[in-house]
């Protein structure tokens, strides 16, 4: 059986952690702010965003939630986040993805700040972290190291594969792994025999979003599997890519869904927009 690797509970103490920070950069005049831009009305946006506000407020970060309706234009939300990038209030701006139709992401991920980039999705902080040089890092695949470190789990020369290319999850995940020294490879929805490839996996992270697709067929015995995937069964229950109860017996290491890649995807929002504040003060 495999040990769990406890999202929820690692979290709480790296979150305890920088309540800590914030309270002793608040003493010196440094009070870290994340603002949150969210357009719409999308449920599950909605759920993300007050989480968001929950744990920034419970570590003291000061945040801000700006609603916008689904109509906004595109010139209008680029106006906005313009205007945070000048408010030395937030050192932090997230914009909720995704966006209408009409808004072009791009475009949006661009006008950020790269200094606010706390979800490090502008192109510069993803061209930083390929170039091995990563200010900014995605938060989910960042988080996921946390979880290598805080497990002890050597990365060096291990074969690790990717399910999924998402430049949110799958592509930095990868290069993140390829910065320690593992054996890369980056499966996707055209990948040819997937069970076989990655039941040659040591590290497996699976960021597919579809439930239970990965079966014990998929893995490797005494391999570490990482399920970033956040799907609702029939009966809306949260469950991930990965089907737990037949792959737990053969892993290593094995994440949960909830309480697993989840809870340090958050964390490390606020890591990074605690460091933002720091570094804006010349303190990094
Ligand atoms: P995405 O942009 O939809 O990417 C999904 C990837 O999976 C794509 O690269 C796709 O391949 C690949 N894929 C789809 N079907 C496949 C198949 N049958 N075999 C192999 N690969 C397949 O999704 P994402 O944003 O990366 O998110 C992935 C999952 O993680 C979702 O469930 C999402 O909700 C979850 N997520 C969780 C967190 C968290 O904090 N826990 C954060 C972000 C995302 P193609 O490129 O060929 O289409």
Do not use: W
């Not at 791009?106 to 979800?119: G, Q, S």
């Not at 069970?195 to 960021?207: F, G, H, K, P, Q």
């Amino acid at each position: 059986m495999s040990e769990l690797m406890n999202g929820k509970e690692l979290a709480e103490k790296m979150q305890a952690e920088l309540a800590l920070k914030v309270k002793e950069l608040n003493e010196r005049q440094i009070n870290p702010g994340l603002v949150v831009l969210l357009v719409g009305e999308n449920p599950a946006s909605q759920v993300y965003v007050r989480n968001k506000e929950r744990v920034a407020n419970q570590l003291g970060i000061y945040s801000k939630v700006e609603r916008y309706s689904q109509t906004i234009s595109e010139d209008e939300l680029l106006n906005e986040i313009e205007k945070y990038n000048k408010d030395p209030r937030f050192h932090g701006i997230l914009v909720q993805l995704p966006l209408p139709k009409h808004i072009d992401e791009e475009k949006v991920l661009l006008a950020i700040d790269p200094k606010k980039d706390v979800d490090g999705f502008h192109p510069l902080n993803l061209g930083r972290l390929f170039a091995g040089n990563p200010d900014k890092i995605p938060c989910t695949p960042y988080g996921i190291m946390k979880m290598f470190e805080a497990y002890d789990i050597d990365l060096t020369g291990k074969r690790a594969v990717v399910i999924g290319r998402s430049n949110i999850v799958g592509k930095p995940m990868a290069q993140l792994l390829l910065m320690a020294d593992a054996t890369v490879t980056i499966a996707h929805s055209k990948t040819k025999d997937l069970a076989a490839l990655t039941r040659e996996a040591d590290i497996l992270v699976v960021a597919i979003g579809r439930g239970h697709f990965v079966t014990k067929d998929f893995v490797k015995p005494g391999a570490v599997v990482v399920d970033v995937g956040m799907n609702r069964d029939e009966n809306g229950k949260l469950i991930g890519d990965v089907k737990f109860d037949e792959v737990a017996p053969l892993a290593s290491y094995i994440t949960p869904v909830p309480k697993g890649v989840g809870p340090m995807t958050i964390t490390m929002l606020m890591a990074q927009t605690v460091q933002s504040a720091e570094a804006e003060r010349g303190e990094l």
